[in-house]
């Protein structure tokens, strides 16, 4: 067995992506999952943080947060409410 780095990134843009994260927009998707919406806003946050705009992150991780509550993966502090 090797090691393998295994890297992944947005192919779309973040808006189109975001609105997806949040449950605006299906990207003609019928079957998205809640799950589904949320992989796709960490790899927001990861493209945001990335271009170093970190006040648009640090708002997207609020609204994702707020959208998702349930999600630990948008909660600075791992404490869900």
Known sequence: MYDEDTRY???IPIEDAFRFAMD???????????????VVGVFVLDAL??????????EARVLLADR?????????NRNIR
Do not use: G, K, N, V
């Not at 605006?24 to 949320?38: G, I, P, V």
């Not at 943080?49 to 640090?58: K, V």
């Not at 998702?68 to 600075?76: G, I, K, T």
């Open 68 to 76: 998702w509550p349930d999600c630990a993966s948008f909660h600075l």
């Open 24 to 38: 605006e927009s299906d990207l003609c998707y019928l079957d998205a999952t809640a799950t589904m919406r949320q």
């Open 49 to 58: 943080q990335y271009a170093e705009h970190w006040r648009m992150a640090a």
């Open 9 to 11: 990134q947005l192919s």
